[in-house]
């Protein structure tokens, strides 16, 4: 940022923050007025409030309310807290004494909060306080407040923490953890605010309208309004990846991974030395270039380019090759390898780059992660038909069929299918080796993935940590298990999704707090919009940030950082140490061994054991390698004389890709005006350089000369570093709009099926839903066989009758169909599902619905009513959920697909989204359909819905397969019977209401089951 735009940027902020002044000398006048009060009359405000604004519906008059009662509101916060000064409280199982009154500053964060804004507050100014003065006032609403922390244990933390101050206060908190019950879930959602991580309200909603077969297991109850605590971390780093409930797929083609494992193998070893002799001939010829004699060499500019070429070929086919870093380490090498890609992109039609990968069998692309087999490596893999390995054009295919001799339809149409088929079958082949191939590549064990208790774990690259359960997509995960020869898992199949940006979107209102936001206001504002207000600190903040070291290899760069902790440790300063992978963490973790320093690391594993190491970080002479980003949200307090020995100080062992995240290290230090300092160390080695460096720079800095082990200074370099990290957030964020772009349509589909669904599930006349949805469909289906320009005995009602017969058991025989249209005299009305109908179509379909109708009452008068109202309603549930989750896997199908098509000059994203409206469409069409088909079947809805049950986690699938029983093919009415002969009436608990669900566990309401 430019001096002028900060000083303009920096002063609207302080005119936003200057507005909200006045605001806190209401709320001190208010406060030491409450101060006269009893505990029961400041509580009494509460219920006051409750009970005024729970009358009020309207949106604008409600948001109205709350504003003026903000004041007098947080007033009531501030006085709470300082009536429990002193008091001690039970955090996790510690005791902590409660000595918190909110400064100004912090009444300030809240009011920001309040208006739906992300308020930047630096480490330990106390943000989980402030998130009190808002949450307590639209608490009052009774809609429920979500407040959203980073892991369960900030949010149990913070739950027993600050909900000291709404117990006082009358208002009732609970907190959503991973391992509850959807009973004790929906307790949790009743109160007036509830703490939890993104992943669990995510999930929560997910399972709710996507997953729920009844209102009773739906636990939440709506989206009013959410905080989301370290706002960067859940809206910015988190949303990277959905929300995914998923179950075993129907699609799978694990076995091809384990099948083409030895092939890739040896495709990956003869690459190997492909690469090894590139290398060696590199270095023959650099060593030509510069002779050690000192003397003159001819033909250098040739030899460069030859050298550079080389090094670029190993770079494409072994973007991992170790022998090629060491060579690298010379940067003027380096340089003679990036001219070289430079001049073959410089070709339009880049027939040199082309030329330069066929040199290889296979070609990797570290940036956009993509592996292709050249050439070279088809005749590699299959020496006899190296077509085995390119994917044929289809469409000329098939037309070429209808093109061709052949007459006999059929004939024509099994050539065609044949031609899809085979074309299936190629695609599948050739994507598996690619993911091999990267899996061999680009993914390094203990690097990009761990293997524990024979899994392959993925460690999250920007936080350092674990993620199990978490899997790449496509089958890379299978690719690498494949690699390391552990367990193979099954692909699994998405039942539902959500993207957090999308998930949040939900909210009435939003706001954050994190103590790094500002850097990415932008995007906050562009997709959350959600403004960016930075409050100061309530001490000034006294943190010495060096200069950027930057060390020619990353050997030397480790030696100078154990130096720096051996100093300061010396002088009993404690001392935090950043790293952005876990490898590194434990390689400096066995440099500190080797030097007999004691000092902890962070294995992130379990969140409370790091919040502790952590909260003991500022010890004398603690040294503590955390993973970037470890322990967020956890507060260090300096130890006993600590400050006077100069505080805190921060050691980042390189650059992150995010400036956010290297903030966020270095706000570690220096809390509450406390000392403290803070230094980064960087190599030319590391990702960030090596990637997006600026090699020029290096190189004059380097022409002044550097002892071995010496560090390079200059003012561009750290110039250079910034903008290097500001390219690379940017081209993050457009990866992360582009996504959201692609899920903007799928979020729309979302929509319309989970208020379908929902509707389904409140309503209480599904049954007149059901015919609705069958006229619909023989609307549909009249008109496809009818066409109002010819005679009647023209129309297809030979295939009309096939299908009505085919649906329904009526049986009716096409001369009846045509003798109701010519009978057809009304027009149907205006504006009605049959308007456009001719009356002869009319006729018909009036005809059809009527018969249908008919055979229902029939089936009404046989059937156990409670039994078939569930029926019906499984009806169109299995038929949606089912359509859906293909549609999920199509839509998915579809973007990856969309991504390998060519479209000249169109956007993708165009033709992304006219496909998927078409795939809408027609997803519609065949639930209505498919639920038709299905009335009279019972049987066959109820497999279908068994299917869907075994996605469904235990506790639904006990529930309501106990409710029909297991076996095949079981009447309804029978299975109601035998639910209620297991059902045992206890009646010990308290009353049960008419409408509550049944005790019995049946999932019907009371009245209904065992109340009879
Ligand atoms: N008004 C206050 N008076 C006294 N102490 C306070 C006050 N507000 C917060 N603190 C203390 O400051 C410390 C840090 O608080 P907290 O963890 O909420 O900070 P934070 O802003 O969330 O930091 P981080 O960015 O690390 O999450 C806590 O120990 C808390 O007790
Ligand atoms: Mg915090």
New binding site residues.
């Given amino acids: 940022m430019t001096g002028l735009i900060k000083i303009i940027f920096g002063s609207r902020n302080d005119r936003e923050v200057k507005r909200l002044k006045p605001f806190v000398s209401q709320i001190n006048e208010f406060e030491s007025g409450l101060q006269k009060l009893s505990d029961d009359e400041l509580r009494a405000k509460t219920a006051a409030w409750k009970a005024t604004l729970a009358k009020i519906e309207d949106k604008e008059e409600l948001a109205q309310k709350l504003n003026e009662i903000l004041p007098e509101a947080f007033a009531v916060v501030k006085n709470a807290c300082r009536r429990l000064c002193g008091q001690e409280i039970t955090v996790r199982g510690l005791p902590i004494k409660w ?5 100004d500053v ?1 009444l300030i964060g809240g009011i920001a909060q309040h208006q739906g804004k992300i308020t930047e ?9 402030v998130a009190t003065l808002p949450v307590y006032l639209n608490a009052l609403t009774g809609r429920g407040v979500h407040v959203v922390t980073v892991n369960d244990y900030l949010a149990a933390r913070d739950s027993e923490w600050m909900g000291a101050i709404y117990k006082f206060l009358g208002l009732t908190v609970g907190v959503i953890l991973h391992d509850q019950s959807p009973r004790v879930r929906r307790e949790q959602y009743a109160c007036d605010i509830t703490y939890g991580t993104n992943a669990e309200f995510g999930f929560d909603y997910l399972r709710d309208n996507g997953m729920a077969t009844r209102k009773e297991e739906q636990v939440q109850r709506g989206h009013y309004f959410a905080i989301v ?2 706002v960067d971390s859940i809206l910015i780093d988190e949303a990277r990846t959905p929300l995914i409930i998923s179950g075993p797929s129907m699609h799978t083609h694990d076995e091809q991974f384990a099948q083409w494992k030895p092939l890739v193998e040896s495709l990956v070893r003869a690459q190997q030395q492909l690469c090894n002799r590139f290398l060696a001939e590199a270095e023959a010829l650099i060593k030509k270039l510069r002779p050690e004699d000192g003397s003159n060499v001819q033909n250098a500019s040739a030899l460069e380019h030859e050298i550079g070429l080389l090094l670029f070929r190993v770079k494409t086919g072994q973007p991992k090759s170790e022998g090629l870093m060491k060579i690298l380490e010379n940067p003027e090498n380096a340089q003679l390898m990036n001219r070289a890609e430079l001049d073959l992109h410089k070709d339009q039609k880049k027939v040199d780059l082309y030329r330069e990968k066929e040199e290889l069998l296979f070609a990797m692309d570290e940036k956009s992660q993509e592996a292709d087999l050249t050439e070279k490596g088809r005749s590699f893999v299959s020496p006899k038909d190296p077509e085995a390995f390119v994917l044929p054009d289809l469409t000329t295919q098939l037309h070429d069929v209808d093109a061709g001799a052949e007459t006999d339809a059929r004939k024509r149409l099994e050539a065609k299918t044949r031609l899809q088929a085979d074309f299936e079958a190629k695609a599948q082949k050739i994507h598996a080796i690619s993911q091999l191939l990267k899996a061999y590549s680009l993914y390094q064990l203990d690097v990009e993935y761990v293997i524990q208790e024979n899994k392959v774990i993925i460690v999250d690259q920007h936080t350092g940590r674990l993620m199990p359960g978490r899997r790449w997509s496509d089958g890379l995960h299978q690719a690498v298990e494949a690699k390391e020869g552990v367990a193979i898992e099954r692909e699994t199949q998405t039942l539902a999704t959500i993207t957090i940006q999308n998930y949040f979107r939900l909210y009435q209102k939003l706001a954050g707090m ?2 790094t936001a500002e850097t990415e206001a932008t995007e906050f504002l562009d997709i959350y919009k959600l403004g960016v207000v930075t409050i100061p600190t309530n001490k000034p903040n006294i943190r010495k940030d060096s200069h950027d070291s930057i060390y020619k290899t990353r050997r030397e760069k480790f030696n100078a950082v154990v130096a720096e902790i051996k100093e300061l440790h010396a002088k009993g300063r404690p001392i935090l140490v950043g790293t952005v992978s876990v490898e590194t963490s434990e390689m400096l973790s066995r440099m500190l061994k080797r030097e007999g320093l004691i000092h902890s690391v962070l294995n992130a594993k379990y969140h409370q054991q790091e919040a502790e190491i952590v909260a003991r970080a500022g010890q004398r002479g603690a040294v503590t390698i955390a993973t970037n980003m470890a322990g ?4 260090i ?1 300096l130890g006993p004389g600590v400050a006077d020995v100069g505080g805190l100080h921060v050691l980042g062992t390189e650059r992150h890709e995010a400036r956010r995240i290297d903030r966020q290290l270095r ?2 230090c220096s ?2 005006g406390d000392p403290g300092s803070s230094h980064f160390f960087i190599s030319r080695e590391d990702d960030l350089r090596r990637l997006f460096g600026a090699d020029r720079i290096v190189k004059k800095t380097e022409k002044n000369g550097v002892a071995e082990g010496g560090e390079l200074k200059h003012p561009w370099l750290n110039r250079s570093i910034q903008s290097a990290q500001k390219k690379v957030e940017q081209h993050n964020f457009q990866i992360r709009k582009r996504t959201l772009e692609y899920d903007d349509v799928m979020n729309k589909h979302r929509q319309v099926i989970y208020d379908f669904r929902n509707e389904i599930i409140n309503g209480e006349d599904v049954r007149d839903r059901l015919m609705d949805i069958m006229e619909e469909v023989v609307v549909e289906k009249v008109l496809e066989f009818t066409n109002t320009d010819t005679e009647h005995g023209e129309w297809k009602l030979r295939q009309l009758a096939d299908w009505v017969n085919l649906n329904f058991p009526l049986g009716i025989p096409e001369v009846e169909i045509l003798k109701t249209a010519e009978a057809g005299k009304d027009e149907p009305v205006a504006g009605s599902l049959f308007d456009g109908l001719s009356p002869a179509q009319f006729a018909v379909v009036n005809f059809i619905s009527e018969k249908v109708r008919n055979a229902y009452e029939i089936k009404i008068s046989f059937e156990n009513p409670d039994a078939l109202k569930e029926v019906e309603r499984f009806t169109i549930l299995s038929a949606i959920d089912r359509l859906w989750q293909e549609h999920l896997y199509e839509m998915d199908s579809l973007r990856y697909s969309i991504g390998l098509r060519g479209y000249g000059q169109r956007d993708p994203l165009v033709e992304y989204k006219a496909e998927a409206f078409k795939m809408f469409d027609e997803l519609m069409v065949n639930v209505k359909t498919q639920i038709c088909n299905n009335i009279f079947r019972s049987a066959s809805s109820m497999s279908a819905f068994e299917n869907f049950l075994r996605n469904v986690p235990q506790q639904t699938l006990h529930q309501a397969v106990s409710a029909f029983g297991g076996g095949d093919v079981v009447s309804e009415a029978a299975a109601a019977q035998e639910a209620r002969a297991r059902a045992k009436p206890v009646r010990t608990g308290p009353k049960v209401g008419r409408n509550d669900p049944c005790p019995c566990g049946s999932g019907k309401k009371y009245k209904q089951c065992c109340g009879r």
């Fill in positions: 000595e918190m009154i909110p400064f912090q507050m630096a480490t330990g100014e106390g943000k989980t306080l605590d370290e994190t103590g967020r949200g956890t507060d307090k706000g570690r809390r509450q």
